[in-house]
């Protein structure tokens, strides 16, 4: 049986939006250190990092599932890879008809591109 501690990460809101100062200006908070592990946590996986990046690189802003989904896993696994991403609050989601629509949530990227920022002086 190992010693390690289980760590719950936060399920993000759509809405919420991180914020943090650069990493070489200020020390992250505790809030927004264990909000942006979820993030970084979540991209640390190569499916989820390329269903993320279709999302966010596709034409209008948004991707359907069924435009996304070719990534070399099961259909499931897909689904399970996007709910991970829509839990850390990286992508919001939308159904219309039969079919699921990705954005990347607002202000994400902008986030964690200024948290990894060397902070100019």
Same mark, same amino acid.
């Given at each position: 049986?190992?010693?390690?501690?289980?760590?719950?990460?936060?399920?993000? #809101?759509? #809405? *919420?939006?991180?914020?943090?100062?650069?990493?070489?200006?200020?020390? !992250? =908070?505790?809030?927004?250190?264990?909000?942006?592990?979820?993030?970084?946590?979540?991209? =640390?996986?190569? @499916?989820?990092?390329? /269903?993320?990046?279709?999302?966010? =690189?596709?034409? %209008? %802003? #948004?991707?359907?599932?069924?435009?996304? &989904?070719?990534?070399? @896993?099961? &259909?499931?696994?897909?689904?399970?890879? !996007?709910?991970?991403?829509?839990?850390? %609050? !990286?992508?919001?989601?939308?159904?219309? %008809?039969?079919? @699921?629509?990705?954005? @990347?949530?607002?202000?994400? !990227?902008?986030?964690? *591109?200024?948290? /990894?920022?060397?902070?100019?002086?």
């Amino acid at each position: 049986m190992s010693n390690l501690e289980v760590i719950e990460l936060p399920v993000l #809101e759509p #809405e *919420a939006v991180p914020c943090c100062t650069p990493l070489t200006e200020a020390p !992250l =908070s505790e809030e927004d250190s264990v909000t942006m592990a979820a993030m970084f946590k979540a991209l =640390s996986d190569p @499916v989820r990092l390329r /269903l993320f990046s279709r999302v966010a =690189s596709h034409e %209008g %802003g #948004e991707a359907c599932v069924c435009d996304i &989904q070719d990534v070399g @896993v099961s &259909q499931p696994t897909v689904s399970h890879h !996007l709910k991970k991403l829509r839990e850390a %609050g !990286l992508l919001t989601s939308e159904r219309r %008809g039969t079919w @699921v629509y990705y954005r @990347v949530a607002p202000n994400t !990227l902008a986030a964690m *591109a200024t948290m /990894l920022t060397a902070a100019t002086r």
